[in-house]
C-alpha cells in the first residue's frame, strides 16, 4: 500500500467528524484503498527478491555462454523479450484492474530493448551504421508507442532518442546537419541548438496539456525543461573556447529554422487557448536560445567574444529561472519553482567557483565553501517555502 491510501486511513476518521465526509463515502473510501497487512507486504517483498535472483541467475548464465549461443537465439530471444514487455505494459495499462506503475515500467523497459536489439543486430551481422542512423532507427520503431499506449514514460524514450538523434546527427561529419564540430569550441552549436529544441520540446507539451493527448505531455515538458536548462548551463562556460570556426554552408540553418518555426507555432497555440495565462519563461527562453545559437554559427575569433557569450548566457540564465518562480507561482507548477530555485543557486555557486576556486589554500577554500554551501541551501529553501505558500493562495502577495 503505497502512503498514500496509508495517510488517507489516518485521515478519514477526522473528515466525517469535521462533517467533511460522510460515514458512507468514508467507507468506500477504505473499500477502494484497503490496507495491506504485514504478512501481504513481506509476501510481496520476498516474491520481488526472488525475482531479482532469478533475473540475475539467468543474466549471468546468459553472458557466461554468450559466444556458444547460435545468433538466430539471440536475435530472437531480443525480439521476443522487446515485444514482451511492450505487450506486458500496454495489458497492464488497459487491464480490467490496471496497474499504471507497472505498465509505465515495462514500457519504458520495452523502448530501451529496442535499441539493445538493434545494437546486437549491428553487432552479429557486423553492420556498419552510422550512430546518428541508427538513433533514428530507434526513434521511428518506437514513436507510435506513447500515442498507441497513451504512456507519459514512453514518451520520456521517445523525446530522449529525438535529442540524442539530433545531437548524434550534428556531431557526425557524413550527416547533412553537421555543424563542423571537429575543431575547439566546436560543441558551442550542437548543444545550443539541443538547448533550443528542448524549450520547443517544452512548448510542445504545454499546448497539449489539456487535450486528449494531455497523456504525453509531460512526456515531452519535462525532458524538454531539463535538457534546455541543462545545455543552457553548460553554454555559461564557454568562455574557455577563444577560438571558433564558422560553418561555411547554408545547410546549417536548417535545423534552427525548423526548431524556430516550431517554437512560433508553439506560442501561437498558446496565444488562442482562451482563459489561459501567458507564461513568459517559454517565450524568453525560446527568443534568448534562438539568438544563442543563431550567434554560434558564424563562428568568432579572440576570447572577448567567448567571454561576452558566456556573460550573456549566464545573465540569461539567471533571467531564465526567476522567471520560471514567477510561472511557477502564478500557474501553480511547484516542479518549476523548485527547478527555477535550484538554477539560480547552481549558477551562483558555479560563478563562485570560477571566481574563487584558484585565490584560496584548499583548507580555507574548502571550509569556506562549505559555509557558503549550507547558506545558500538554507536561503533557497526558506524562498522556496516561500513561494510555494503564494503559490497555494493563487499568487498573492
Known amino acids: 500500500m503505497n502512503a498514500f491510501g496509508r495517510k488517507l486511513h489516518r485521515e478519514l476518521p477526522r473528515w466525517v467528524a469535521q462533517g467533511w465526509l460522510a460515514e458512507g463515502q468514508a467507507e468506500h473510501l477504505r473499500k477502494a484503498y484497503p490496507l495491506d497487512d504485514g504478512q501481504a507486504r513481506f509476501f510481496r517483498l520476498g516474491l520481488w527478491v526472488a525475482a531479482a535472483l532469478v533475473f540475475a541467475g539467468i543474466a549471468l548464465l546468459i553472458s557466461a555462454n554468450w559466444q556458444d549461443i547460435p545468433d538466430a537465439v539471440k536475435i530472437g530471444g531480443a525480439v521476443l523479450l522487446t515485444a514482451g514487455m511492450l505487450g506486458g505494459g500496454y495489458r497492464a495499462r488497459f487491464a480490467a484492474r490496471p496497474r499504471l506503475v507497472l505498465g509505465e515500467v515495462l514500457l519504458v523497459l520495452g523502448c530501451l530493448f529496442v535499441l539493445a536489439t538493434l545494437a546486437l543486430i549491428s553487432q552479429t551481422f557486423h553492420l556498419t551504421w552510422r550512430t546518428d542512423r541508427q538513433l533514428l532507427l530507434w526513434l521511428v520503431l518506437i514513436a507510435p508507442v506513447p500515442w498507441v499506449a497513451r504512456s507519459a514514460g514512453a514518451q520520456w524514450a521517445v523525446t530522449a532518442a529525438l535529442l540524442a538523434t539530433l545531437v548524434a546527427a550534428w556531431n557526425e561529419p557524413l550527416s547533412w546537419l ?122 568568432w575569433e579572440g576570447g572577448t567574444t567567448s567571454w561576452w557569450y558566456a556573460a550573456t548566457t549566464c545573465a540569461g540564465l539567471f533571467v531564465f529561472g526567476g522567471l520560471l518562480v514567477r510561472d511557477g507561482v502564478f500557474t501553480g507548477r511547484e516542479g518549476w519553482i523548485n527547478l527555477g530555485l535550484g538554477l539560480i543557486f547552481v549558477n551562483l555557486f558555479a560563478r563562485y567557483w570560477d571566481l574563487f576556486g584558484g585565490m584560496l589554500e584548499s583548507g580555507i577554500f574548502y571550509l569556506v565553501t562549505g559555509l557558503v554551501l549550507a547558506a545558500g541551501i538554507l536561503v533557497m529553501e526558506r524562498q522556496r517555502r516561500r513561494y510555494r505558500q503564494r503559490m497555494q493562495t493563487g499568487g498573492a502577495a
Open 178 to 299: 553537421w555543424l563542423e564540430t571537429g575543431v575547439r569550441g566546436g560543441w558551442i552549436r550542437p548543444v545550443a541548438l539541443a538547448a533550443l529544441t528542448g524549450v520547443a520540446l517544452w512548448q510542445a507539451g504545454l499546448c497539449l496539456e489539456r487535450t486528449r493527448w494531455n497523456h504525453v505531455a509531460g512526456g515531452l515538458k519535462w525532458p524538454g525543461l531539463l535538457a534546455a536548462a541543462g545545455c543552457w548551463f553548460a553554454l555559461s562556460f564557454t568562455r574557455e573556447a577563444t577560438v571558433l570556426r564558422g560553418v561555411g554552408e547554408l545547410r546549417a540553418l536548417v535545423p534552427l529554422l525548423a526548431v524556430a518555426v516550431t517554437l512560433a507555432a508553439g506560442w501561437a497555440a498558446d496565444w488562442r487557448r482562451p482563459g489561459r495565462r501567458l507564461q513568459y519563461a517559454p517565450t524568453v527562453a525560446g527568443v534568448f536560445l534562438l539568438i544563442l545559437a543563431g550567434a554560434a554559427l558564424p563562428g
